[in-house]
C-alpha cells in the first residue's frame, strides 16, 4: 500500500456575497514516508474553487481571461507517481508532463 507525506501553504478566499470558497495551495511537497525522499512542485499553485451552486465565478472568469483553464488534478496521484517506481506512470504520464511544462517556464 503506497502512501505519502504532504505538505503545501494554503489561501483560503471566501466570498459570503456569492457564496463560494477558494483555496490556493503553493509550496507543495511530497516525501516518501520511509525512504525520505522528497519531491517539490515548485511554481506551481493549485486552485480549488468550492461553490454551492453553478453560478459565474468572477475569479474563474479572471484566470480563464489570462488562459489559466481549469485542470483536473490529484495532489496524491500526482505524489504517488513522483515517488512510487511501481505505479503505473502511463496513467499520469499526461498530468506529470503538462505540470512539467507550465512549471518550467516560470
Avoid: C, W
Avoid at 500500500?1 to 459570503?16: A, C, E, G, K
Amino acid at each position: 500500500n503506497q502512501s505519502l507525506l504532504n505538505s503545501f501553504s494554503r489561501i483560503t478566499l471566501v466570498d459570503t456575497d456569492n457564496p463560494q470558497r477558494i483555496t490556493i495551495d503553493t509550496n507543495l511537497t511530497v516525501t516518501h514516508p520511509v525512504k525520505n525522499i522528497h519531491k517539490e512542485l515548485k511554481n506551481l499553485a493549485v486552485i480549488e474553487i468550492k461553490q454551492a451552486q453553478r453560478s459565474r465565478s468572477l475569479f474563474a472568469s479572471a484566470l480563464k481571461e489570462h488562459h489559466i483553464l481549469p485542470k483536473s488534478i490529484s495532489k496524491y496521484g500526482i505524489g504517488i507517481a513522483m515517488l512510487y517506481d511501481t505505479v503505473k506512470y502511463n496513467r499520469f504520464k499526461s498530468k506529470l508532463l503538462y505540470l512539467q511544462k507550465i512549471t518550467q517556464n516560470q
